[in-house]
Nanobody
Framework: QVQLVESGGGLFRPGDSLRLSCVVTGRAITSNVVGWFRQAPGNVREFISGISASGSRTRFGDSTLGRFAISGDVARNTVFLRMNNVKPEDTAVYFC???????????????????WGQGTQVTVSS
């Protein structure tokens, strides 16, 4: 069994910083790539960032514009997404996911990931 539980979403103002958490149970985050995606109503699921099993490699989607950072806490089996200077266009449901087929190659396609959390809503508005 594997479970991914996201938290940290809520209502934010433009310019705020926040950190999303993805707590993984049943599988070590050191086993595979863990990624973050987001999906706004009517849009496709968009790759935000990913981190390799070793933690030595990261990848970011084009939309991050240098504002986001990904990290992991092995002791807590948790992957984080730090979001700085959030904007209204960041409003979406944010998901974490595991790509069980990759360890060091970070894919950007949502179809590469086979274990998903339930998502956490991030709303940015003034």
């Amino acid at each position: 069994q594997v479970q991914l539980v996201e938290s940290g979403g809520g209502l934010f103002r433009p310019g705020d910083s926040l950190r999303l958490s993805c707590v993984v149970t049943g599988r070590a985050i050191t086993s595979n790539v863990v990624g973050w995606f987001r999906q706004a109503p009517g849009n496709v699921r968009e790759f935000i960032s990913g981190i390799s099993a070793s933690g030595s490699r990261t990848r970011f989607g084009d939309s991050t514009l240098g504002r986001f950072a990904i990290s992991g806490d092995v002791a807590r089996n948790t992957v984080f997404l730090r979001m700085n200077n959030v904007k209204p266009e960041d409003t979406a449901v944010y998901f974490c996911a595991i790509d069980t087929g990759n360890t060091e190659v970070i894919q950007s396609s949502s179809s590469s990931y086979d274990l998903w959390g339930q998502g956490t809503q991030v709303t940015v508005s003034s």
